[in-house]
Structures are given as structure tokens and as C-alpha cells.
């Protein structure tokens, strides 16, 4: 039958290996002794709660030394005398127990093979053998006190870590060691993830390469260096290739969208069975995300940036967008799976890289756009902005009936599901998107600097704040909001700037070229930073009184917010001239 040959393989192989491992052992233990490679124990009762935790400490500290192959432990051994001893308690060394022995005091349970030989001369002995461990942090699970009834004994503590460096003798770990352990753990986990980013790709690239060869199609690289990328952006805005961009977009698409049906995330729950399962999931979760949707976000992201940079075309801005509102609308499709578990509601993570749940789509997406449109806003480049604006979406993470439509611009997000505790605060919107500018050696370099960001972020806020001031405050601006309501019915146009947690300096290029084109009647301007162009009329109509009304909202409501943070109110807020005597006109009405 087909499959014996690979049995009788395989089992060869096992056997040539036992035999390897008991004549290394039988050399070590009558020529060598104890070695940084060989931890000798001449017997270990496993019955005794003092031996048990010994050897516990003892495969733990082999584990979490470095391990460039394998390590042994052997028991039976007498390294004074040079002798096997023979092991009478082999029952207690199965595999079965010793891994449940250590599943119990260890996290995570090492690696282990464990073998029942005999000496030349007739001994039992037991050889365990150590291979490279997945990872050499290596912790207690709990503490052990000696049932002493004198002096209380403490065995093992939790969170201790013993291990032995490259001596024989084990030790707590001190701070050195932690910091090998550390280093040893990063540059597996960059290996790990660079293969799995990689991988699919590579298959890509060749196939391209054949297809070049045999027929000379032109091909959008599907890997290569962040310069690379830029070079191909501007080259696809160079020569306006919509059809080479779309086939970018739609590799792109493969990860952002279809990529999350290789973790099964599409599937519903299955009721009972989620609570045994999640712990596995969640880690499979967190390694796509990472892996796989996080750099193709980062990809899409910075290849509309360099699309605005470069000045192509407007469509190309309107196609990515159209992708990012996909994306963001994935939240919905993940909702009846296992992502929607992997936070228990109304949680909140540390950290945007914790953040796993059926809305990373959303919130990824919204953060994409919010750093496209503060770009373009820093740029002046307002001709990209109606794609942004005018994009309207049912709010993510919340029931179906209960899901308001807003642009999407406005971060219609319901927060309820373990997204970052940043978004609690008043500034956590922009917190967030630029702490993801200053991570990402791409984007920091087209924005300049963290404060830069937040710079940028703040002005173009203030352009979404606009939109929401006519659209919203029917004391104010009553024309505009009576019309909103009736073109638009049952989209909630209401937006809560993150802007005003930061200095108001922030938005005075913006205030004043906006103030500007209010009064000079800058139709093409006006037009691109509103969600309808037909309401430039609203704003132009009263020579900008609606729009300075506005700006002392916003500076009324920082101040605001400073005493309910307890700190002083920027009291000395200077605008610029034209501004300030359009504040002061208002004042004498």
C-alpha cells in the first residue's frame, strides 16, 4: 500500500534516533560527566512535592538557556562515579504525565521527547531530550509552598524563571538574561512574520516573472522596498494608468477584504464552543492582522498619500475610497463570528495593536481616511477632498436597526467592542492616527513629524466640523440645517472634533484660508471642502458671519474642556487680523 513505505520510514528513522541519543548518552555519562549539553540526576521521586518541583526548575531552566539544537536531561545517571543507576519509578517519566506534570506549574509547556533506554550493562535510564523551544520565556504558573509545619518553604513562585545561561548550574534569571530572552523572542517573531508577509508574494513574483518572460505584459510588483512602492505610485500617476492602479487596488483587496476568509472569520459562532476555542483564535486573529491586513493597510494608505503628493488623478483618490469603504463595511460580515467574542463587550484594549474584534476594519479604515484627508488638507490639495466628504455608511460595531448613516468621514464608529482607550478621550482620535504616523517610517517622513501630524490632522478636522456646523446648528446657521434635513433625511451629519484638545494655533492656516475664500467667493475651494457643493451659498450669503460664529464655538468649547480637565483656558488665543475683527464685529451686533 502506498502509505507503508513512509511508516517504515518514519519509524527507521525514530529508532536510528533512539539509538543516537542512548550511545551520546552512554559516552557522556562514563567519558564526560555533567555538560552545559547534559543535566545529570542520579534519581528523581516524582512522588515527593519537594523532587517534583525540583524537577521542574530543572527542565525549565534547560528551556529557557539557548538552545542552538537540542539539550538532555538524563536520570539514572551517577556523575561522580561515572555510572548508570537504575531508574525503578519509570512509570512516573511517561510522556503523558510528565507533560501533564508540566502543563500544571509551566506557561507555555516546553517541547519534550522523553525516552526509556537501557545501559550497556542492563540499567534503566531516562533521557529526555530539549529540542529549540519556541520561545525561552518560560514562566511559573503558580506558587508552591513546602507543607512544612515549622518554617514555611516557598518551592517555586509564580513568574519566576530559572534557567541556566551557558554554565550547568541553574539560576533565577537576572536582568541579562531576560534581556537575551527578549532579543532572542524578537528576532524569531521578525523572522516568523517577514516569512509569512513574504510568502505569498514571492509565489506572485514569479508568476509575473513567467508571464513577462513568455508574453512581455506589463505587472504591478507585488513586493519590494517602501521606495519601490513610491517609485511605482509615481510612475501610475505619471502616465494616469487607471487600469494598472485598479489591478493595485485589487491585490491590495485580496488582503483587506478576502484575506480574513483564510482564518475562517466569515464563519459564524458555534454557540458552547466558543469559550474553549478563543484563546487559539484570538492568537490566530492578532497573527493575520499583523501579518496581513495591517501592512496591505498601510500599502493602501500610502499609496493614495503619494497619489495626492504627485498630483494624479483625482479618480485614482476616488477608487481607493471606494476600497476603504469596502473594507470598513467588512465590520459588518465579521459581526455574527468569533471576532465579535474576542473582547467582551463594552471593553476597551491598551493599545491599537490589542484591539481584535470584527471592527479592526472599520477602525483601520477610518483611520486611513483620516490621515489621507489630513494630508490632503496640509497640502492644499482640495480637489482629492469630495471623495472623502461625500462617502455616506451605516455606523459599524452596533446592531443593524440601530445604526445611523453618516459620511464616513465623520468616524461613525459605535465603540463598544475593544477598540484603543485612546478613543475615550476628547483627543484620542488624533492621538491615535498620529501615534500611527510616528510608527510608520513611511508616513512620518511624508508628514514630517509627530507634531506636524497632529497639525495636519487638527485642519483638516476643522474642515469636517464645518460640514457638521451647517448641517447641524439650526440656531445658527438655520437655512443650511433646514436644507441638510430635507436632501439628506435620516443622515446624521453631528461630529465631535478632536481638535479642540489641542492648541487652537493648529487650525489658523486653515481658519484664515477658509475665512478668505468665504469672502472672496472662492467657488472651486468652497466647493471641494463641502459635502454638497450646492451649499456654498450658506456660507458666502452672510460674508463668512456663520463660519466666525463657528470658530468661537470651537474656541468656547475648548476652553470648555480645559477646566474640566482642570487646566487653564488658552484665554490669549491669537487669531489672525482679518479673523479677529470679524470676531470683533460679531461682538458690537
Not at 421 to 444: N, T
Not at 550 to 575: A, C, I, K, Y
Amino acid at each position: 500500500m502506498a502509505g507503508e513505505p513512509e511508516k517504515e520510514s518514519a519509524s527507521a528513522s525514530l529508532s536510528n534516533r533512539a539509538d543516537r541519543y542512548k550511545q551520546e548518552a552512554e559516552r557522556v555519562v562514563r567519558e564526560v560527566g555533567e555538560h552545559p549539553l547534559f543535566e545529570l540526576k542520579r534519581s528523581c521521586a516524582l512522588t515527593e512535592l519537594a523532587e517534583k518541583i525540583e524537577f521542574v526548575k530543572d527542565v525549565q531552566s534547560i528551556c529557557t538557556s539557548k538552545v542552538e539544537s537540542e539539550k538532555y536531561l538524563v536520570i539514572g545517571a551517577d556523575e561522580k562515579a561515572r555510572t548508570f543507576v537504575n531508574v525503578d519509578n519509570l512509570a512516573d517519566f511517561e510522556d503523558a504525565k510528565v507533560r501533564q506534570l508540566l502543563e500544571k506549574y509551566l506557561q507555555p509547556t516546553p517541547l519534550f521527547e522523553v525516552f526509556a533506554p537501557q545501559s550497556s550493562d542492563g540499567k534503566n535510564f531516562v533521557l529526555f531530550v530539549f529540542p529549540r523551544q519556541k520561545t525561552r520565556c518560560i514562566v511559573a504558573k503558580v506558587s508552591v509552598d513546602h507543607p512544612s509545619q515549622t518554617a514555611p518553604k516557598v518551592l517555586l513562585r509564580k513568574g519566576d524563571l530559572w534557567t541556566k545561561g551557558s554554565s550547568t548550574a541553574k539560576r533565577l534569571a537576572s536582568a541579562k538574561d531576560w534581556d537575551e530572552i527578549y532579543e532572542d523572542f524578537i528576532e524569531f517573531e521578525t523572522e516568523r512574520r517577514t516569512r509569512q508577509r513574504t510568502a505569498h508574494l514571492l509565489e506572485r513574483a514569479t508568476a509575473q516573472e513567467k508571464l513577462r518572460g513568455g508574453h512581455a505584459l506589463p505587472s504591478i510588483p507585488g513586493f519590494g522596498t517602501d521606495e519601490e512602492f513610491k517609485v511605482l505610485i509615481e510612475s501610475l500617476c505619471i502616465s494616469q494608468d487607471r487600469a494598472r492602479f485598479l489591478v493595485l487596488l485589487e491585490g491590495l483587496r485580496d488582503d483587506l477584504v478576502e484575506g480574513w476568509h483564510a482564518i475562517g472569520a466569515f464563519d459564524p459562532d458555534h454557540g458552547a464552543d466558543i469559550q474553549a476555542s478563543l484563546p487559539e483564535y484570538a492568537a490566530k486573529v492578532r497573527d493575520h492582522k499583523t501579518n496581513v491586513f495591517l501592512p496591505a493597510m498601510q500599502k493602501l494608505t500610502s499609496a493614495v498619500i503619494y497619489v495626492i503628493k504627485n498630483g494624479g488623478p483625482p479618480e485614482f483618490l476616488a477608487m481607493a475610497v471606494q476600497l476603504l469603504e469596502e473594507v470598513y463595511e467588512t465590520t459588518d460580515s465579521l459581526r455574527p463570528s468569533y471576532l465579535c467574542w474576542l473582547h467582551r463587550r463594552g471593553l476597551m484594549s491598551d493599545t491599537s495593536t490589542e484591539h481584535l474584534s470584527h471592527t479592526v476594519p472599520a477602525l483601520e479604515s477610518l483611520v486611513s481616511l483620516h490621515l489621507i484627508g489630513a494630508y490632503s488638507s496640509n497640502r492644499r490639495k482640495f480637489e482629492y477632498l469630495p471623495s472623502l466628504l461625500r462617502t455616506v455608511v451605516r455606523a459599524a460595531g452596533a446592531d443593524a436597526e440601530s445604526r445611523p448613516r453618516q459620511p464616513l468621514a465623520f468616524w461613525p464608529l459605535v465603540r463598544d467592542w475593544g477598540e484603543p482607550k485612546a478613543l475615550e478621550h476628547r483627543a484620542g482620535r488624533i492621538d491615535l492616527c498620529a501615534d500611527r504616523i510616528q510608527k510608520d517610517p513611511v508616513l512620518l517622513k511624508l508628514f514630517g513629524s509627530k507634531t506636524g501630524a497632529i497639525g495636519s490632522l487638527c485642519q483638516y478636522e476643522l474642515l469636517l466640523e464645518l460640514n457638521s456646523f451647517l448641517a447641524v446648528d439650526e440656531k445658527t446657521t438655520p437655512a443650511s440645517a433646514t436644507a441638510v434635513k430635507k436632501q439628506y433625511p435620516g443622515v446624521d451629519f453631528r461630529f465631535r472634533p478632536s481638535l479642540i484638545a489641542f492648541p487652537l494655533g493648529n487650525i489658523m492656516p486653515m481658519a484664515l484660508r477658509l475665512f478668505t475664500a468665504i469672502r472672496d467667493h472662492d467657488q472651486d475651494l468652497l466647493k471641494s471642502v463641502l459635502f454638497d457643493p450646492g451649499f456654498v451659498h450658506f456660507l458666502t450669503a452672510d460674508g463668512g458671519n456663520a463660519f466666525i460664529k463657528m470658530l468661537s464655538h470651537l474656541s468656547h468649547d475648548r476652553d470648555g474642556l480645559l477646566w474640566e480637565l482642570q487646566r487653564v483656558p488658552d484665554f490669549n488665543t491669537v487669531w489672525p487680523k482679518e479673523i479677529a475683527d470679524a470676531m470683533k464685529g460679531l461682538e458690537h451686533e
